[in-house]
Structures are given as C-alpha cells and as structure tokens.
C-alpha cells in the first residue's frame, strides 16, 4: 500500500513542474474535455483531459495571449503576464451564441449547399497550403468496460488486467504515444517516428495508437472511420447528403463560421450525420462534429461512433490545420459493454520541411530506441495532455500488479488453476503450463478431429505436443505426435511434426513431419471434413476423395526482402488407393442406394482406384512478390501492411521426381495474380487469376494433375474467389495448359442505397463473373448477382448469390447461401 501510495504521490507532484496549468469549465462549473488550449497566432498548443485539466508547456515568462476553443462555446482569449511558474491560469467557456442570419435563399438553391459547393471547389486550393508538413503528434487510447460477465462460452474471462472494480467495471486498456510525423500530399507519403510509448500495465509498451489511422482527413472523397465513408464534402456529396445552415458565429480573429448540419439522405448509407463548421470566405473546415452507426460503418457490433475535430488558423501558410481529434464509441455485443476514447494531438507544425527523395520509404512507422522503457519522469514532463484521476491509478495499480504477475509464484499459482484436469478434458484437450519457465504440454482432445468418412467410417484423433517460447521476439519451438484412428477402416495413422520460428521480424519457420495420413485427391482441399461429414450423414452425399499416403517432408519459409517471400517444401511418399469401408448415413434412403466410390475419376466404379501405388518425390519452390509493400517496425517486430495499389503475385515451380514409372515424373510452373481494389464510394474490387502449364504431357497420376475447386453445397462459408458456385468437384483436371479467372465487385451502398425502401434494408449488391480454360475442354464460366449484409439489427453475416453457368452449350443456375462473419 506504501508502495501505490508513493508512486501516486509521484504523478501527482510530477504535475507540478508545468509551466501553466488549470482547469476548463462551463458557466455550471462542469469540466469541459477535449478543448484545445493554445498560443495566439500559432498552432502550438495542448488540450484538456476527461476532468477539464489541461497543461501547456511555456518556455519564457512575460506577456502571452492563450486561446480557448471548443466546438460549441465561444472562444475565449486572456492575456497573462507570467512572471513565474508553474501558473494557474483557470477558465470558464460560454456557449456559443448560433445565430441564423437574415440571408437572401434563392428559390433555387439554400444557403448551405452555397457553402457546401464553395468548400469542394476550393477543396485542392486550401489542401494545397499544407501539402507538405512535419508536426509532433500524441494520442491516448482508452478502452472501458461495465459489468463484465465473469465467463464466456464457459470460459472465465478473469480480471481483465487488474483494472475491474467490484462491480466487474473499469479501465481494460490505456496507452499513449508521442511521436514525429511526415507528411506529403503528392505523391501521397505518411511516415511516422514513435519517440516514446506506453500501454499500462505491459512491460513492452507498444501502443497501437498510429498517427496514420488518425489522419481522418474531410477533404479526401473516401474518409477512412471503420470503413470507406463518403465525406460530406466529396465531389459527389450531394447525392448522400442534404445540408441545413444552422447559424453562424464569430471566431476570435473576427472570421464568420458556419454552422452546417449534413443530413443523410437514406441513414444507412456510408454517410456521417452531425455538424461541419466552415470559414466563410475561406470555405476550409474550422471544426466537425459528426456521429456514424454500426450500420453506417458495416460493423454491427458497434453502436454508435462520434468524431470530433478542432482547427486552427495558422498565419504562417494562411491555413486552417488540424490540432485536435477525438473518437468515442460505445459497444453492446453479446453482453460486453464498451466504451472509450482515442484522443489526439498535433503540434508544432512545419509547413516548409526539408524532403528528399530517401525521406519516405516503405517503412510507414520506426520506434525510437528505448520507446517503450521511458519512466513516469519522463513522461510527466512531455506529455502534452494530463492524466485523469482514473487514468493515474489505472497506470499505479496496474505497473504494481505488473511486477507482481511476472513472478513464480503469481505465475505458478495461476497454472495451478489452468491445469486442472477435469472430468472432460480426455474429451476436450488439456494442457499443462509453465508459464514462468514458458513451457507448456498439451493433449489434443477426442473432439478436436472427430469427423466421418466413407473410407473411415467415423473417425478421431489423439495427439500430444510440447511448446517451448525461447525468447519475447518470435522464437519458439514445438514438437508432437498425433494419430488418427478410423473405426471401419480399423487402421490407425501416426504422424510426428516438429516445427521452430527464429523472429518476428522475417519470420523464417522449419517444418518436419512424418508419418501416414490421409489427403484430398485436389490439394486445394475443395471440401471441409466438416462440410463432408454433415453431407454423409444427413444426404448421403460423400463428396471428398482421399488417399492415403506414408510420407517424410520438410519445409521452410521466410521474407527474405521486404514484400518478398520464399516458400519451399521437399516430400517423400508411397501414395496408396483407399475404398469404401462404410455406407453408414442418417439419411433415409435405402441401403440399397450407396454412397458413391471414392474413385474421382468415376464414382460409380467401386473396384478400380483412380491411380495405381507408387513412390515419389515431390519438389515445391515458390515465391510470393508484394509490391511496394509497405510495413511497420515495431521493436522486434515487423508488421506487413501490403500495398494495395498493385497485385499480389505468387509463382511456384513443382518439380515430381523419383517415380519408378517415369510417366508419373512431371515439371509444373504455376502463377496467381490477385488484388483488392479499392473503389472509394463505389465499392470494392476484388479478383484472383490463376494459370498453370507442365511442361509435357504425360499420364501423370490424378493427384498430380491441375485441378480446379468446385462446389456442391447450397450453404457456403468464407470467401469464394477460388471456387466456383456450381460445378462438381472432380469434373475438371488436366495434365497440360490451365487458367481460371474470378472476379466480384461489391457496390456497398452505391446502388441499392438509392432506391427508395430497398435503401431502408441496407443491402449491398454484389456482382461477380468466373471463368474456366483447359487444354482439350470447353470453356465453363459463371455469373452471379447477389446481396450482401443481409439481415436484421446487428446481425447481419449473410449473403445470398443468384448464380448461372455456361459450359457447352449447358446452361445451370441457382441459388448458394454465404455466411460472411468478416464484411
């Protein structure tokens, strides 16, 4: 208790040493929070915490004029002559007087589509003035939660870090970041320096608090907030929006500001609602105060998400810039209520940097050394935004929980409650943990695998591994052994693995394994066990092929340069035909009717395999190219962003070798070409070309042939971009040449959003096309239309496809069912 009491004595004193220091309230003596606090005539300043405190850094005494501005009050300049510190200087903020002027409205036009107008006219003109710049930036995130259950799907959710209070309530997550930014508008560059960093309660420190996903910019047409949102002031706002001139007010420099509601035109579009303020003449952006809901953004879990933004006038490029930002949300999802805030700063601007050519790279975000290990001291002189109460004690009862969680007896009590073994656990899977020696063993329950086959019959695995993390930068090691047992089949399948990553940063990975196991006849594995088992039992429908085959493989893998990976794999196999041992099935069809074989090539052939045993050798080289990738580095760490403006290409070389029948050795090169396109208001694009060609034609073994993945369920889940809706599993293979080709594209709101009562469902509609070339076949091709986020409230994960097909001169349709948990 000593030991918390001192510490919070020390944030407290720390406080002390600013140069001026108070606190912000309404005329009702109510703290006013986020209000930007800042030297006339620049944009250098500081904002107000949760309780309405506030410190701004001042280097000299004398004569100053500090400004007051926040949305909604008027702002307020005082005078002061300081002649020492620290200087309490405490305020009180009126509400802003918001009066509608007698204007002359043209019976064509208001006058707030007039200011809407001036503004996307003048859009490149005022972006124009700060297209270049450097600015310091702090942020602060804060995550609350309230009644949290104690358990989740029987799980306990324990107590969240130490930060709960006696009703399951408080602090789950609090972090800051002071860091250095770059900016430039043409080409568009953003980097980002992190000087210092802290998350409470955690050792590393990393926050996740990025400048770049702050930079919420208006001006842009698209607005990145949750989701690709159509700003108020886009070329084409006009077509969501509707604009009310609530009234007008003057600033401190004597410039008129008006206040604009924006008003959506159907509320679940990808729109704002709330209220933009602009400088009349200017036409720039003083201020916004905007709310989006969960239905706006297509995350259903979130209720509601309010964006705040304050700007400055900055003489130095006669410029309106952006000095404070602040996100609050609420979620109310499966009995989890959170709230929070992330709450940034920009400061000290620079609108005349020095950039050169080596000045932006792919590298979006460094850390200086020793961000994450700076002390209370340091951080209580520079940060720009002093802690709440709250926010203090969190830091103070968390860094004493912190010290006390990493020793051997906190850490080997803990285990002794997960290690219990329970009733179930033969059932579930069980491990046992070290964590202080950071050690863990673990059995993998009957459940885990259990599936049904019709060359199995039902079946299961068992499987034991032990894990060993070797260090807290990505190096870690595991070994294990699992068998899979089928009980028609009578046979049991052992296969030992071994596996070691070295870091995070290129993230190279060996992997051993061997053994004997069963595979699908298509290694792009078109059907799930789980999907097969539902089919067999409940349809009599056993879709999936497999073999058996008794194998020793090595692999290995890593980024060997920035947005360049190498995979290659080395395989020895005996590959062996399996038969139907089960005709076992819920469904009531007589036993009479049988499954079909599991011969791919003809299902109704239940005494010929669709290959003969044999041998091989199997060689994969591959190389997956990201270009201009971008990334983050984080202290040991390295986070790849991708690149979206270019595809992703994968090329692969496979060479089969060894085979005592020369004819089954065979050289393949394949080539993915695949890239989400981002369409702003319009949507997004997707699609993934694929080609494949061996270099002779030989009567190679099924397995090895190129083959496509086809679908036979109604209900489907995850991405389709490598399947096709309506075609059979096995119906299309070659030996030679191969291409396939999808393509889909996903209006979100764009369309369906402008049709009177379909708006009011919140539908997206989608289109796609997939096409099919092999050497010696017919073209096959599809075509779907379809709705997605379908649904009610927030339960909105389906989608529904109208498909058709084409393949000589064979028409087919129908309808596939798609649960989307990810939008």
């Known amino acids: 208790m000593k030991k918390i009491t001192a510490l919070f004595f020390l944030f407290i004193c720390a406080t002390f040493t600013a140069q001026v220091q108070g606190k912000i309230t309404d005329i009702n003596n109510n703290p006013l929070s986020f209000v930007s606090v800042y030297f006339d005539k620049t944009v250098t300043g500081t904002t107000s915490n949760d309780n309405g405190d506030y410190i701004l850094e001042l280097k000299k005494k004398g004569k100053h004029t500090i400004l007051f501005q926040f949305l909604g009050y008027k702002t307020l300049k005082k005078e002061v002559d300081i002649s020492s510190f620290p200087f309490e200087l405490n305020v009180k903020l009126e509400e802003e007087n918001v009066e ?26 005022n972006t124009d003035k700060f297209a270049q710049y450097t600015a310091k930036f702090y942020s602060r995130g804060l995550y609350r939660i309230k009644d949290a259950p104690e358990k989740f799907l029987g799980q306990s959710l324990g107590d969240f870090g130490g930060g709960l209070d006696s009703t399951r309530s408080g602090i789950i997550y609090l972090s800051e970041t002071i860091s250095e930014i770059k900016y430039q508008k043409k080409p568009k560059d953003f980097k980002e320096n992190i000087i210092a960093s802290k998350v409470s309660g955690r050792d590393n420190g ?16 698209s607005v990145e907030f949750g989701n690709d949102l159509i700003s108020p002031i886009s070329t084409n706002a006009f077509s969501y929006y509707n604009y009310k001139l609530e009234g007008t007010f003057y600033d401190k ?79 109310d999802f499966f009995g989890f209520k959170f709230d929070g805030r992330f709450s940034s700063a920009f400061s000290n601007y620079n609108f005349k940097p020095n950039f ?112 060993k993390t070797l260090n807290d930068t990505g190096k870690w090691w595991n070994l294990g052994a699992k068998v899979n047992y089928g009980f028609t089949d009578e046979r049991a399948r052992p296969v030992l693995f071994f596996n070691k990553k070295w870091d995070n940063i290129t993230k190279p ?54 947005g360049v990976y190498l995979s290659t794999s080395l395989e020895y196999a005996n590959r062996k035909p399996l038969f139907n041992t089960s005709n076992y099935s819920f469904a009531r069809q007589s036993i009479a009717d049988p499954y079909t074989s599991n011969n791919p090539i003809d299902p109704q052939d239940f005494t010929n395999a669709g290959f003969t045993e044999h041998k091989i050798a199997t060689l994969n080289v591959g190389a997956t190219f990201i270009f201009n990738q971008k990334y983050l580095s984080y202290p040991e760490t390295k986070f790849n962003l991708g690149n979206n403006k270019y595809p992703t290409l994968n090329v692969n070389y496979r060479k089969i070798f060894g085979a005592s029948n020369s004819d089954l050795n065979s050289d393949l090169f394949l080539a993915n070409l695949s890239q989400d396109v981002d369409a702003g208001n319009y949507g997004k694009l997707v699609y993934n070309l694929k080609g494949g060609i061996f270099l002779k034609q030989k009567d190679i073994a099924f397995m090895d042939n190129l083959q496509t993945n086809g679908n036979q369920l109604v209900f489907i889940t995850g991405s389709q971009l490598n399947n096709f809706g309506l075609l059979e ?59 997605d986020n379908v649904g009610f409230g927030k339960w909105r994960f389906l989608r529904v496809d109208y498909v058709k097909s084409f393949h000589a001169g064979i028409k087919n349709d129908g309808f596939l069912f798609r649960l989307n948990l990810l939008n």
Not at 539 to 562: D, L, V
């Open 729 to 787: 599993y096995y119906k299309f293979y070659t030996n030679d040449k191969y291409a396939e080709a999808h393509i889909e594209h996903n209006f979100k709101g764009a369309i369906l959003g402008k049709i009177p009562l379909l708006n009011k469902l919140n539908f997206h509609l989608i289109g796609g096309a997939k096409t099919l070339f092999m050497a010696d076949r017919n073209p096959y091709s599809e075509y779907s239309v379809g709705l």
């Open 356 to 467: 050169t050519e080596k000045t932006f790279t792919n590298e979006v975000l460094t850390f200086e050394k020793e961000a994450t290990e700076k002390d209370s001291v340091y951080w209580n002189k520079l940060r720009p935004v002093p802690l709440t109460t709250e926010e203090v004690q969190d830091y103070v009862i968390k860094d004493s929980i912190k010290v006390v969680r990493k020793s051997k007896v906190y850490l080997d009590s803990i285990n002794k409650k997960q290690n219990k073994f329970s009733f179930l656990s033969p059932i579930t899977g069980y491990t046992f943990r070290n964590s202080y020696e950071k050690w863990a063993v673990s059995y993998d329950g009957l459940i885990n695998d259990f599936g049904f086959n019709t060359v199995q019959g039902f079946n299961t695995s068992v499987g034991a591994s032990y894990f």
């Open 253 to 331: 420099n004597g410039k008129l500001i008006n206040k604009i509601n924006i008003i959506p035109k159907r509320k679940n579009d990808r729109v704002f609602n709330g209220s933009l303020y602009i400088v009349e003449d200017d036409w720039a952006l003083y201020g916004a105060d905007v709310t989006v809901t969960g239905a706006q953004i297509n995350i259903p879990v979130v209720d509601v998400l309010k964006l705040k933004q304050n700007y400055n006038y900055s003489d130095e490029n006669d410029a309106w810039v952006l000095i404070s930002q602040s996100i609050d949300f609420k979620v």
């Open 509 to 562: 990975k060996l992997a051993i394994s061997g053994g004997v196991t069963t595979a699908q006849f298509n290694d792009r594995t078109p059907i799930t066990k789980l999907d097969n088992m539902i089919r067999s039992l409940l349809r009599r429908q056993n879709f999936m092929k497999i073999y058996e085959k008794e194998f020793a493989k090595i692999a290995y893998s890593e980024e060997i340069k920035n």
């Open 206 to 221: 990393i926050s996740f608090n990025r400048a770049e996903d702050a930079n919420i910019n208006f001006y842009e047409n």
């Open 100 to 125: 509608l002027r007698e204007v002359l409205i043209s019976t064509k036009d208001n006058p707030a589509d007039v200011i809407i107008r001036n503004v996307i006219a003048n859009k490149d003109k």
